[in-house]
């Protein structure tokens, strides 16, 4: 039995900060942003826009056409939660008009959960073959004004349908995973932004790759000239060139620059438009990939690595179906990407001082345009959205 993704879409803010206007407002060299950090933009959330507006959005365009009362089951994967206890997945089911007889619930691991939720929708499919699942990935990355991070923020949404039916890409049973606990990047619960140790995240993102890869190889020796493409977790675009170095180093391979560019960079042009959007940041990866490659990928091995930290590392392997272009949707994220407003330096930082109201006293929101679903208010400490 074929079990994988039915389909796949991404929505992000309709607001966007060109890197290069941060870097002249930071007095900062441009090039370090676009060509060091691989970033050219990033979404900016405005207000009354919010994890679940975002993954609304998402499931929308993801729902297009499938009968929405064969999902069973809604996982809402983020690490931008808005509550402590109601899973933001519930406000979606309600937002989306799924049916009542479903089971929703949230996902937390930093940017790896949405993985999780995959790897485990495709168990609960091998079981049961007719039922399918909704998995929401929505983030928004704060790590705070002026901070080493800041350029790497971003905001956006993936939903994907998983079912016996993939329309798009297969995915095979067998992965190679890794834990450890480290401190590398956290956000405490009486924080808006992250905290990050950058240059530590990273060589933890790696040493998670090598073990997870470690781990993949030997349960399934499958060697890495077997894959046509390589995606990776990109909390910026150039980790998946340190990223993919690294793979090929451990695995002996000397990877010409030709042969890099063919691995990976169909894969970054939508997350350096767009910036860091966490838990859907691998999946933003594979869609750039599917949607940006002028070759046909029919019957291509893709390998797949999701890293959050803290840590959770997991590497496996995907195989694109035939016909996956017409289950697409570029023309829409194209349109998606290119009508965004650009922002000013102080439009930016407004959007990013806005305040929403922690003592229950009532808030509007100011009206900006958040796509089909808006969090109108906030009342007696209860978020009210609305479909436009
Ligand atoms: N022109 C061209 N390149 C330039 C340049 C210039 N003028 N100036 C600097 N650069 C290059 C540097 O040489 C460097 O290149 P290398 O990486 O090849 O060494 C690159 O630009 C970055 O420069 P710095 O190392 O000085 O950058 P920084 O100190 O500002 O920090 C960062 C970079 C650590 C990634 C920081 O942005 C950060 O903390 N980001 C958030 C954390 C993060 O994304 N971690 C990734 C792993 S954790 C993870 O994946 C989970 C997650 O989603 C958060």
Known sequence: MNIGIESISFFTSRYVLDLRTMA???????????????????SVPPPG??????????????????????????MFATESATDQSKAGGIYVHNLLKLKPHCRVFELKQACYSGTAGLLLARDMIHQYPDRKVLILMSDIARYGLNSAGEITQGAGAIAMVISSQPKIMTIEPESGYYTEDVMDFWRPNYRDEALVDGKYSVRVYLKALT?????????????????????????FSRMAEKAHKHLAKINHIDLSEHELATHINDGLVYN?????????SLYLSLISMLENNPQDMSNHKVSLFSYGSGCVGELFAGQVLPGYRNHLSSDL????????????YPE????YNFAYVQDGTTQSMPTFDTGCYRLSQIKNHKRIYETL
């Open 49 to 74: 826009e919010d994890v679940i507006t975002l993954a609304a959005n998402a499931g929308h365009q993801a729902l297009e056409s499938i009968d929405t009362d064969s999902i069973e089951m809604v």
């Open 211 to 235: 073990e997870s890869w470690n781990l993949y190889h030997q349960r399934t020796h499958i060697g890495f000239e077997q894959f046509s493409r390589f995606c990776y977790h990109l909390p």
């Open 24 to 42: 002249k407002a930071r007095g900062v060299d441009a090039e370090k942003y676009v060509n060091g950090i691989g970033q050219e933009k990033m």
């Open 348 to 351: 930016y930082t407004d959007f």
């Open 333 to 344: 994220h194209q349109s998606l990407l290119e009508s965004r407003k650009e922002l000013t």
């Open 272 to 280: 350096r438009n767009i910036g860091n959007i966490y838990t859907g």
